[in-house]
């Protein structure tokens, strides 16, 4: 069982429609959760992070965590073109160590 | 402000042959790490440093690696000697405090052949 597992896609969604990204992790003591996006190409750039039960909000982007599920996902509201690119799941097991899952292919349609 | 910056872009080298990769963090930033993406899989972390100290080499693949952190500024890692395994993408990121908000670099693609 990989350490942090996502859907590697594509996922492909229509301009304006919400997409949904999933991720599991195997360590129940993981402690940070992170979304990360990466141009074809680019390094990966952060997008939110989240430690606690619950939903955290920052403009089109909502992280949601439940360690009960050990399930982390990322909500994109009104998709848009832009948003295009691999999103990488990164797992705080404790420590400064992180863990990535193989990231899931977004394509958003115009 | 100045990026995490990454030297070679790009690196084709020989089995046998030592790399020796750079990576400039953000001016500031006391915790660096590396990391590797081999094709078509996960970002592998690779070792963490707070300032010149070496906190975390769990990932480090074998004894062929060794990394360094010249007065906690600049970091670099050298492969000796480059295997064909050790072909990939070398990123390198930096963060202020905490592993929470780290910024990377545009990597280093090194290529064995």
């Known amino acids: 069982q990989k350490e942090v597992e996502q859907n590697s896609g594509p996922l492909s969604v229509p301009e304006g429609a919400i997409a949904s990204l999933n991720c599991t992790y195997s360590d129940q003591g993981s402690q940070s959760f992170f979304w990360y996006r990466q141009y074809s190409g680019k390094s990966p750039e952060l997008i939110m992070f989240?430690?606690?039960?619950g939903d955290k909000e920052d403009g089109r982007f909502t992280a949601q965590l439940n360690k009960a599920s050990q399930y982390v996902s990322l909500l994109i509201r009104d998709s848009q073109p832009s948003d295009s690119a691999t999103y990488l799941c990164?797992?705080?097991?404790?420590?400064?160590?992180?863990?990535f899952g193989a990231g899931t292919r977004l394509f958003v349609k115009a | 402000e100045a990026g995490v910056t990454q030297f070679p872009s790009h690196s084709v080298i020989e089995k046998g042959q030592t790399v020796t990769l750079r990576c400039d963090p953000i001016?500031?930033?006391?915790?660096l790490y590396w990391y590797r993406r081999v094709m078509g899989k996960e970002i592998k972390f690779l070792l963490h440093f707070v300032k010149e100290s070496k906190q975390d080499e769990s990932g480090m693949p074998n004894n062929r690696f060794l990394a360094e952190r010249t007065g906690g500024t600049y970091s670099t890692l050298k492969v000796q000697p480059a295997e064909l395994e050790d072909s990939g993408v070398y990123f390198c990121?930096?963060?202020?405090?905490?592993?929470?908000?780290?910024?990377f670099g545009p990597g280093t693609r090194l290529t064995v052949t």
């Open positions: 990164a797992v705080n097991p404790g420590g400064f160590k992180t863990i």
């Open positions: 990121a930096s963060s202020l405090a905490g592993p929470y908000e780290q910024y």
């Open positions: 989240i430690y606690s039960n």
């Open positions: 001016s500031g930033h006391d915790n």
